[in-house]
Antibody, heavy 115, light 112 residues
């Protein structure tokens, strides 16, 4: 079964850090690029980051550039999103996804930034 | 970045009636490999998004055949032949031909 299983997330104070993980199974992980997408409460999907198959190419939305870092471990078939200097407006459900290839999405993980 | 523009943004539909969503890109989406990486994703209330259509017109496994995608160049359409209650949610077009991947604003389908 093609699957993305997310972990991480939680409640953090403004200025804090969190790392999200996304473990892939059931397909050829290293062949695919992945995106991170978020959904603030009551809003639509927002693209956050893109990472290529080798992990040496990354793109970021302007709103997270310089604060978020996407990476991957192709031995563990796992993606990561390191989020630093978190702000209240980063509060959202975060999804990892392989939209172009398998189409699989993670189940989502909630990040709440609040004092 | 490629801008994706969907219309309408809100789509009230009577059960059993057809529905159509348009998606236009700011430039043609044919990739240098000959493919057009345009997908449609559905997000039902409270659930993770789910891809319905990939490369313009290919239905993903398990997607009912009342969903169809068409189009070329910079103009694409998602059609639902007969809307059912379970189709309520938000629909997004997504292009993957040019990086970064970009999304439409989403179209909210509701039952009249």
């Amino acid at each position: 079964e093609v699957k993305l299983l997310q972990s991480g997330g939680g409640l953090v104070q403004p200025g804090g850090s969190l790392r999200l993980s996304c473990a892939a199974s059931g397909f050829a992980f290293t062949s695919h690029a992945f995106i991170w997408v978020r959904q603030p409460p009551g809003e639509g999907l927002q693209w956050v980051s893109l990472i290529n198959g080798d992990g040496d190419g990354t793109y970021y939305a302007d709103s997270v550039k310089g604060r978020f870092t996407a990476s991957r471990d192709n031995f563990r078939n796992t993606l990561y999103l390191q989020m630093n200097s978190l702000r209240v407006d980063d509060t959202a459900i975060y999804y990892c996804a392989n939209v172009v290839g398998t189409g699989v999405w993670g189940q989502g993980t909630t990040v709440t930034v609040s004092s | 970045d490629v801008v994706m523009t969907q219309s309408p943004l809100s789509l009230p539909v009577t059960l059993g009636q057809p529905a159509s969503i348009s998606c236009r890109s700011s430039q043609g989406l044919e990739h240098s490999d000959g493919n057009t990486y345009l997908a449609w994703v559905q997000q039902r209330p409270g659930l993770s998004p789910r891809r319905l259509i990939y490369r313009v017109s290919n239905r993903d496994s398990g997607v009912p055949d009342r969903f169809s995608g068409s189009g070329s160049g910079a103009d694409f359409t998602l059609k639902i032949s007969r809307v059912e209650a379970e189709d309520v949610g938000v629909y997004y077009c997504i292009q993957g031909s040019y990086w970064p991947i970009t999304f439409g604003q989403g179209t909210r389908l509701e039952i009249k």
